[in-house]
């Protein structure tokens, strides 16, 4: 079946620092891959995607580049700031068949001033 | 996107009572899905509501325990029957969109249940 694998949180790190949260997963095909963020109290929000190989998903300031011989979808940011502190969520969904989204476990990113 | 709006947005309950939450989309929608987030926890897959047609539970779920409702493509409901203090979580409820955007799923803002 469909899995994804997160790094483990909490991270915690200073303003303006570089950020990568690991994403790798399992899944027959060409998933579509992608990245929601979760602020403290909030739903979830699309942060960024990517639906085929060597795409690059960007949106303030992150980017993730869809890997398949890697099958990652890592999430880098250059320089960090206080209001990126959130949950993030690596998700994959099925090109074909169901579409249910599988979720990662979730990275808790603090970051401190 | 979406815009996509939650009632109520937070509740404290006490057991053995139940809960009925709305969700409603701003345009119409065909696929929508109800989720759980357990404490610290990620999301949980609670079942798939279709216009139209009966909601697709998944595995752990029952229809007993949390009926849907989806009267038209803009509006859900979610009840959580017989409440006990397990089931204090968040439930979203979200959409998948299609076309320009393709399959994307986009979430509402969440329904904080704290169940005593």
């Known amino acids: 079946g469909n899995s994804v694998t997160q790094m483990e949180g909490p991270v915690t790190l200073s303003e303006e620092a570089f950020l990568t949260i690991n994403c790798t997963y399992t899944?027959?095909?060409?998933?579509?891959l992608f990245w929601y963020v979760q602020y403290p109290g909030e739903g979830l929000q699309l942060l960024l995607k990517a639906t085929k190989a060597d795409d690059k998903g960007s949106n303030k300031g992150f980017e993730a580049t869809y890997r398949k011989e890697t099958t990652s979808f890592h999430l880098e940011k250059g320089s960090v700031q206080v209001s990126d502190s959130a949950v993030y969520f690596c998700a994959l969904r099925p090109n074909f068949g169901n579409e249910k989204l599988t979720f990662g476990t979730g990275t808790r990113l603090t970051i401190i001033p | 996107s979406a815009v996509i709006s939650q009632k109520p947005s937070r509740d404290i309950c006490q057991r053995g009572t139940s809960l009925t939450i709305q969700c409603q989309v701003d345009s119409q929608v065909t696929m929508m899905f109800w989720y759980r987030q357990q404490p610290g926890q990620s999301l949980t897959l609670i079942a798939t509501?279709?216009?139209?047609?009966?909601?697709?539970?998944e595995s752990g779920f029952v229809i007993d325990k949390f009926p849907i409702s989806r009267p038209n493509l803009t509006f859900s409901t979610l009840t959580v029957s017989n409440m006990s203090p397990e089931d204090s979580s968040i439930y979203l409820c979200s959409v998948e969109l299609y076309g320009i955007q393709e399959e994307t799923q986009y979430f509402g803002p969440g329904t904080r249940l704290l169940v005593l």
């Open positions: 899944a027959t095909g060409y998933p579509s």
């Open positions: 509501a279709n216009q139209g047609s009966e909601a697709t539970y």
